[in-house]
T-cell receptor
Framework: GENVEQHPSTLSVQEGDSAVIKCTYSDSASNYFPWYKQELGKGPQLIIDIRSNVGEKKDQRIAVTLNKTAKHFSLHITETQPEDSAVYFCAASIFPSGNQFYFGTGTSLTVIP | EPEVTQTPSHQVTQMGQEVILRCVPISNHLYFYWYRQILGQKVEFLVSFYNNEISEKSEIFDDQFSVERPDGSNFTLKIRSTKLEDSAMYFC??????????????FGPGTRLTVL
């Protein structure tokens, strides 16, 4: 089955700096890669996703890049703010729907004011 | 914005007891899921459900687990005889039909299950 690895497990950055979280996956059939943000006591909330026919996607301060050849994808957060502090999970799945998401182990991001 | 809701937020039970975790998926969604997250570990898939039947399940989802959509809005996870190792956060998720371009799974806030 699919195996998703995520690094780093913890990340601290100064407010205003950029943060990068990286994930690798093992199954070349995976074609959908969402990123979730989980705040304390809450469920994972989707922040951005990317499909295998796209190399990069951006939404304001958040961007995701995908390298299908190397089977890795990354989350980039620019101009970090204290409210970006949370646990971030990457996941991989095979479209269409009905298929399980394989999650990474999570990255605890702390943005220091 | 519509969201997935789950009740209760925290459930404490004795080992061997049955528990039912409840979820209300987003109303126009057709696919439903249960995941669990043991403290400090990754989110793990349990089961997916579509058209009133299980479409996929993991090895974790053994005979002590069952899912049901008892009416048009609720989606439940039953654990028949709880074990200590069932203690975890259980997340419900839902997604729309695969015929549309958006395949995102939307997660509820979770139910923390504590088995004593």
């Amino acid at each position: 089955g699919e195996n998703v690895e995520q690094h780093p497990s913890t990340l601290s950055v100064q407010e205003g700096d950029s943060a990068v979280i990286k994930c690798t996956y093992s199954d070349s059939a995976s074609n959908y890669f969402p990123w979730y943000k989980q705040e304390l006591g809450k469920g994972p909330q989707l922040i951005i996703d990317i499909r295998s026919n796209v190399g990069e996607k951006k939404d304001q301060r958040i961007a995701v890049t995908l390298n299908k050849t190397a089977k890795h994808f990354s989350l980039h957060i620019t101009e970090t703010q204290p409210e970006d502090s949370a646990v971030y999970f990457c996941a991989a799945s095979i479209f269409p729907s009905g298929n399980q998401f394989y999650f990474g182990t999570g990255t605890s991001l702390t943005v220091i004011p | 914005e519509p969201e997935v809701t789950q009740t209760p937020s925290h459930q404490v039970t004795q080992m061997g007891q049955e528990v039912i975790l409840r979820c209300v998926p987003i109303s126009n969604h057709l696919y439903f899921y249960w995941y669990r997250q043991i403290l400090g570990q990754k989110v793990e898939f349990l089961v997916s459900f579509y058209n009133n039947e299980i479409s996929e399940k993991s090895e974790i989802f053994d005979d002590q687990f069952s899912v049901e959509r008892p009416d048009g809005s609720n989606f439940t996870l039953k654990i028949r005889s709880t074990k200590l190792e069932d203690s975890a956060m259980y997340f419900c998720a839902s997604s729309r039909d695969s015929s549309v371009s958006t395949d995102t799974q939307y997660f509820g806030p979770g139910t923390r299950l504590t088995v004593l």
